[in-house]
């Protein structure tokens, strides 16, 4: 409870000082930014790159799986979920990251693990 009060303090205190929270800001985006988080599935058929910004890079197939898209519909079909289980590990990789980098900038800056962090990942994203 003790820590709680300290960094509701730590915070007004950061609510008064606007540079401190823009540059704390500003380094989560820039780290963010340059983060890169891959998922697969498919034992590697399908591979995507998402940045810690959430933005989908990179799609990668393997060349048996694009040769069969070609020739079946069924394989067409396997690849849309696979395509779809690559992205959405890469996000959920670069979500955890994000809560990470929120977590030891709060550390950082004074105050604490704050709860909460996981509600302002998702609306940083």
């Known amino acids: 409870m003790l820590d ?18 823009r540059e704390a800001g500003d380094r989560i985006r820039a780290e963010m930014k340059a983060t890169r ?8 058929a399908a591979r995507a790159v998402v940045s810690g910004s959430m933005e989908v890079l ?14 079946d519909e069924n394989t067409r ?11 959405n590990e890469a996000l959920r990789k670069a979500q955890e990251k994000l809560r990470e980098t929120l977590r030891a ?5 004074g105050l604490g693990d704050l709860g909460g962090l996981d509600e302002l990942a998702d609306f940083l994203r």
Request: proline share 2%.
């Open 58 to 71: 990179e799609v990668h197939l393997a060349p048996a799986l694009v040769n069969g898209m070609a020739a």
């Open 4 to 21: 709680r009060i300290k960094a509701m303090g730590a915070l007004a205190g950061f609510m008064k000082n606007q540079d401190a929270l």
């Open 37 to 44: 988080c891959v998922g697969e599935s498919g034992g590697g």
């Open 77 to 87: 079909s396997l690849a849309g979920t696979l395509i779809a289980q690559a992205v």
């Open 105 to 109: 900038e709060a550390v950082s800056m």
